[in-house]
């Protein structure tokens, strides 16, 4: 069994920055999803156990960077230039699937209870 729990939302004006922590109690792959109200929940980036592999989704790459502490048990996602369409219900999510980092839902067997990120105009 592995505890996800998600922290850094808020409240932010376009243009500007937030990190968000997943505190995971186990090692394992670790993606980022979002979902905005009325939509799906979509992909955004996941890194690998050990931290060598990330992948992006095209929205976000070049924008927000995931990086994990394994001295800390924590995956952070920093995002930059923060749009009001990114403003969503962001979660962090676990998998010991043997792909690295897979960006489809179903792939996760664990998820954290979710944080709130609004980005005003």
């Known amino acids: 069994q592995v505890q996800l729990v998600e922290s850094g939302g808020g409240l932010v004006q376009a243009g500007g920055s937030l990190r968000l922590s997943c505190a995971a109690s186990g090692r394992t792959s670790v993606g980022w999803f979002r979902q905005a109200a009325g939509k799906e929940r979509e992909f955004l980036a996941a890194i690998s156990r050990s931290g060598t592999i990330t992948s992006y989704a095209e929205s976000v790459k070049g924008r927000f960077t995931i990086s994990r502490d394994d001295a800390k048990n924590t995956v952070y996602l920093q995002m930059n230039s923060l749009k009001p369409e990114d403003t969503a219900v962001y979660y962090c999510?676990?998998?010991?699937?043997?792909?690295?980092?897979?960006?489809?839902?179903?792939?996760?067997?664990?998820w954290g209870q979710g944080t709130q990120v609004t980005v005003s105009s």
């Open positions: 999510a676990a998998t010991f699937s043997p792909i690295g980092t897979p960006r489809f839902i179903g792939a996760y067997d664990y």
